[in-house]
């Protein structure tokens, strides 16, 4: 193998083992035994569990990302872009599981904030454009696209974290249902909402 087959390797081998138990359950001796390499090379390529962990946590952001602002970038309707956004996630999730598993469970050692969270939070800002375009069509202050992006797409990633261990219904169906509440919700909104206690 050459030096970055090996890296590849060791890092599918992590994402593997830290999905089922986690940074702290997991030793540099499972890693090179599940690779079939001696810990040195783990070291050498790594120098230290926690940064194979965020080199995989890293990895996964950047595809999981990568996915969501793809499904965000296309030329459609506000509401197909949802759509999209949401059925990028479950792809993530179905494709991806280990990944999905490692974003949502610990964040890396060097990062504060969880990496999903930390994930979503860029998903957010651009979500928040588009719905700030849609709002003023609507005649809504494009301001409080801020407010409905982030309920958005924690709506979207509570959903799929649920999806996650069910995979019932479907995915589609999941996403169906998902812009269904979301859509539907938006295009009942009042321009001024109140509470009813007021």
Same mark, same amino acid.
């Given at each position: 193998? $050459? &030096?970055?087959?090996?890296?590849?390797?060791? #890092?599918?081998? &992590?994402?593997?083992?830290?999905?089922?138990?986690?940074?702290?359950?997991?030793?540099?001796?499972?890693?090179?035994?599940?690779?079939?390499?001696?810990?040195? !090379? !783990?070291?050498?390529?790594?120098?230290?569990?926690?940064?194979?962990?965020?080199?995989?946590?890293?990895?996964?952001?950047? #595809?999981?990302?990568?996915? #969501?602002?793809?499904? +965000?970038?296309?030329?459609?309707?506000?509401?197909? +872009?949802?759509?999209?956004?949401? @059925?990028?996630? @479950?792809?993530? #999730?179905?494709?991806?599981?280990? &990944?999905?598993?490692?974003?949502?469970?610990?964040?890396? *050692? $060097?990062?504060?904030?969880?990496?999903?969270?930390?994930? +979503?939070?860029?998903? $957010?800002?651009?979500?928040?454009?588009?719905?700030?375009?849609?709002?003023?069509? /609507?005649?809504?202050?494009?301001?409080? &696209?801020?407010?409905?992006?982030?309920? @958005?797409?924690?709506?979207?990633?509570?959903?799929?974290?649920?999806?996650?261990?069910?995979?019932?219904?479907?995915?589609?169906? !999941?996403?169906?249902?998902?812009?269904? +509440?979301?859509?539907?919700?938006?295009?009942?909104?009042?321009?001024? *909402? /109140? @509470?009813?206690?007021?």
């Amino acid at each position: 193998m $050459t &030096g970055q087959q090996r890296r590849e390797q060791l #890092i599918d081998v &992590g994402r593997g083992l830290f999905s089922l138990r986690g940074l702290d359950g997991t030793t540099i001796e499972e890693i090179a035994l599940t690779a079939g390499v001696s810990k040195p !090379v !783990v070291y050498e390529h790594f120098g230290t569990k926690d940064r194979l962990y965020t080199r995989v946590v890293d990895h996964e952001s950047s #595809i999981l990302l990568g996915d #969501i602002t793809a499904a +965000l970038d296309a030329d459609a309707s506000s509401r197909v +872009l949802v759509e999209r956004a949401a @059925l990028a996630l @479950l792809d993530y #999730i179905e494709n991806r599981t280990d &990944g999905f598993r490692i974003l949502v469970r610990d964040a890396p *050692p $060097t990062q504060h904030e969880g990496a999903f969270s930390t994930l +979503l939070s860029q998903v $957010t800002v651009q979500v928040e454009h588009i719905l700030a375009d849609e709002f003023e069509q /609507q005649g809504f202050n494009a301001e409080d &696209g801020a407010i409905y992006a982030q309920m @958005l797409v924690g709506m979207v990633a509570m959903a799929g974290q649920w999806w996650l261990d069910s995979r019932q219904p479907d995915k589609r169906t !999941v996403a169906a249902h998902v812009v269904n +509440l979301a859509w539907n919700g938006l295009s009942g909104m009042r321009h001024h *909402p /109140q @509470l009813r206690s007021d």
